[in-house]
């Protein structure tokens, strides 16, 4: 029985993880001409191999992969198909003609497959959106255009939330496929993207949380949730630059009691260019930042540079120690609501350290700048 059971075991303990990929297949009256396959890391295309496509037009490509990704086989950057293909797939790709992506067949590779779908759906609607604008054009200067042109934009308006419709339906159903980031950037030309508004941040997010459990050293997830985290920084700017623009000033400013007891306000700086930094004593990456702060505002507080520092410590005590302590010499202020408070609804804090950069005007023009993007800022508005 012993013996049984070891030669059964054998095989398995025998087997490795195939790290290769293996592209072949066929494309018609092609005999000679170069077939390139790049990966597509973050953007950027790196080729990987060229093949000659041999007699009746087969072609095959065999790669060592380190793990799942996006490539492109193709004639030339404009004549390409992507592809998604994960370590150990043997995909087989038969294709219609030399405009590769118009017609072919695939298998082998799922990941792909849900590529394919997502840019023959999209082909389809950047083609209607085209033929709806050559409609347009061509009856600009004809009779009864006023009425034809309201038909035109209602046809056009609802293709694109038909395509928009799709992407979060093609997003919400493959949350853990890769093909999801591709969902997530699509566009109609190279300007503008099929999910373009600020709530599209949410499927953004849906998909980043996903994909980091499923695949946590892509590089492809990684620059995701660098994009996402980008996204949320420069939404929750405007939202601010929003409520400072329609809300009145004494909505937003802020007055707290400083280490003496007396109430400091920050709209009793203005005319300054002024840092609004959120921080606590109980915070290490606060206390850090603080000792840089220092520097910078050593060199430029004479030149009408102030700081308004507002920190979530709920012990006064300790506050004030820690401000005597690292002898802070800007604007102290401290908000014992935390995380309850006001402050932290308003400027939606939702982790420390956090600042925004206010101008002389009083308008704010950047938030979170950090160590050398804060020196950066400073030098562009002082001129060292």
Not at 125 to 147: A, H, L, Q, W
Not at 225 to 254: P, Q
Not at 344 to 371: C, M, W
């Amino acid at each position: 029985m012993r013996l049984l059971y070891l030669l059964v075991l054998i095989p398995f303990l025998g087997c490795t993880h195939n790290p290769t990929i293996t592209i072949k297949g066929t494309v018609p009256d092609a005999e000679g001409q170069i077939l390139t396959l790049k990966n597509i890391v973050i953007n950027q295309p790196v080729v990987l191999d060229s093949v000659s496509i041999g007699k009746n037009g087969n072609f095959r490509f065999k790669q060592e992969v380190s793990g799942a990704g996006f490539y492109q086989l193709g004639f030339s950057d404009n004549n390409f198909i992507s592809l998604l293909l994960e370590p150990g797939e043997t995909v087989s790709i038969r294709f219609a003609d030399h405009n590769l992506a118009e017609a072919y067949s695939l298998t082998g590779s799922a990941g792909s497959q849900l590529i394919q779908q997502l840019d023959i759906h999209l082909r389809n609607t950047v083609s209607r959106m085209d033929s709806i604008t050559k409609v347009y054009k061509e009856n600009m200067d004809e009779p009864g255009f006023d009425s034809l042109s309201v038909e035109l934009n209602d046809f056009y308006t609802k293709i694109l939330k038909d395509q928009r419709n799709y992407s979060i339906g093609f997003i919400i159903e493959h949350l853990t496929s890769l093909a999801s980031i591709k969902a997530l950037y699509q566009k109609y030309d190279p300007q503008t993207y099929v999910l373009n508004d600020a709530k599209d941040l949410q499927y953004m997010k849906l998909v980043a949380d996903s994909l980091t459990i499923r695949y946590p050293d892509s590089k492809d997830v990684m620059a995701l949730k660098t994009d996402l985290e980008k996204g949320l920084s420069n939404y929750n700017l405007s939202r601010v630059k929003k409520l400072v623009n329609t809300a009145k000033e004494s909505k937003l400013d802020i007055s707290l009691p400083g280490p003496e007891g007396d109430t400091i306000s920050l709209s009793s700086i203005k005319g300054k260019y002024v840092l609004l930094s959120f921080w606590a004593s109980w915070n290490k990456e606060s206390i850090a930042e603080n000792l840089d702060l220092k520097q910078i505002y050593s060199k430029y507080k004479s030149r009408g540079f102030e700081i308004y520092q507002v920190s979530f410590d709920n012990n006064q005590e300790a506050w004030k120690k820690a401000i005597r302590f690292d002898e802070l010499p800007w604007i102290s202020v401290v908000d014992t609501s935390y995380p309850n408070s006001k402050t932290v609804q308003i400027y939606n804090v939702t982790n420390i350290p956090s600042n925004y950069f206010i101008e002389k005007d009083g308008s704010i023009s950047a938030r979170d700048l950090h160590g050398k993007a804060l020196r950066i800022k400073l030098q562009q508005v002082f001129g060292y």
